[in-house]
């Protein structure tokens, strides 16, 4: 979540970044030569920013995907339910460190983030 959130705050940065760059590209010196530019370099130079605006703008096409259909569904659960799912999927805390911190059993608590698991997927196939 934290991801998705930094890229959904930076990636329009980024991409505006890439955007001015191409537009006051000058005849870069990619050689070791710094008196002379290497024939093609500037081309070179314009291909290999139209591709990383076109991977950023991929990437922010996806969080805005992510925006409308995950975002709805991860906030149908309850708070116990998303905090069992993020500790497990992205913190990767060991199952008796959250039971202990949840005060639950661990097979309650697996119990029960396997059933969030499902209404989670279930809600997204929904969408």
Excluded: C
């Excluded at 497990?88 to 698991?117: C, D, F, I, N, P």
């Amino acid at each position: 979540m934290r991801h998705m959130e930094y890229l959904r705050t930076h990636l329009p940065e980024e991409i505006r970044s890439v955007e001015e760059e191409m537009t006051s590209v000058s005849s870069p010196h990619l050689d070791r030569d710094p008196g002379r530019a290497r024939e093609g370099a500037r081309e070179e130079h314009i291909v290999s920013l139209m591709d990383e605006l076109s991977r950023l703008r991929d990437m922010q096409a996806k969080v805005r995907q992510h925006t409308l259909h995950f975002v709805p569904a991860w906030q149908d659960l309850s708070e116990q339910e998303r905090d069992m799912l993020y500790s497990r999927y992205v913190e990767q805390e060991k199952q008796e460190a959250t039971a202990s911190r949840m005060g639950l059993g661990r097979r309650t608590l697996h119990r029960r983030r396997e059933e969030a698991l499902e209404r989670l997927i279930r809600r997204l196939n929904m969408i």
